[in-house]
Every structure is written in structure tokens, then in C-alpha cells.
Nanobody, 123 residues
């Protein structure tokens, strides 16, 4: 599967953004999908994931209650709705996919990555 993230931009603290990840290829509905982010000088970190069916989601503590991950298997898309954004949310956001359904919050658990989209939150 090939992934392409979009929707990033510049927003003031407290604002909202919605990221999208478009997938091409077969069997998208079989993939666990996730969002990770990487701030300058920091390691890439887990943000949120959603199971292949959409029935199960998981979030990093830092975004819980503010971000919502969702997917539309018919459209082969995954979304990340980000509300109440903070300056510390500034990072490049990546969508990722995996078929193993294990090690789901680790960078090493994902085989497929999008190119990243920049999110900048000003104070």
C-alpha cells in the first residue's frame, strides 16, 4: 500500500486541523493504520492508531481527549481530527500502516509510511 498524508498547516493554539491519509493499493481494509509525529530534534512518536475495522482505537496520553482517529475503508482514507492544539503538537505528522497487528505503537511495527505533513501551532 502507498500512503499520502495531507491537511497540515499553521494554526493558532486552541485551533483545529484535520489530517487525511489517502491509500492506494489493495487490501487497505486489512491494515491497522496509525499516525505518528516527529518534532525537530526528537524521535518519531506514536500518536494514534485504528484497527482494520475501525472498532478499536488507541491514543498517546499527550493527545487523548483532543485528537480523534477515524477511517473510511470504502474511500481508503484515514483521518486525524486534532482539536485544542498546543504549541507542543508542532511536528511533521506521518500516517503508517501494518498488517501484522502487533507492536502497534512502535515505529518499528509499521512497514508502510506516508511522506509526512507539517503541523505548526503558534502560541
Amino acid at each position: 500500500v502507498q500512503l499520502q498524508a495531507s491537511g497540515g498547516g499553521l494554526v493558532q493554539a486552541g485551533g483545529s486541523l484535520r489530517l487525511s491519509c489517502a491509500a492506494s493499493g489493495r487490501s487497505f481494509s486489512s491494515y491497522t493504520m496509525a499516525w505518528f509525529r516527529q518534532a525537530p530534534g526528537k524521535e518519531r512518536e506514536f500518536v494514534a492508531l485504528i484497527s482494520w475495522s475501525g472498532a478499536s482505537t488507541s491514543y498517546a496520553d499527550s493527545v487523548k481527549g483532543r485528537f480523534t482517529i477515524s477511517r473510511d475503508n470504502a474511500k481508503k482514507k484515514v483521518y486525524l481530527q486534532m482539536n485544542s492544539l498546543k504549541p507542543e503538537d508542532t511536528a511533521v505528522y506521518y500516517c503508517a500502516g501494518q498488517l501484522t497487528h502487533s507492536d502497534r505503537t512502535s515505529v518499528s511495527g509499521y512497514n508502510y509510511w506516508g511522506q509526512g505533513t507539517q503541523v505548526t501551532v503558534s502560541s
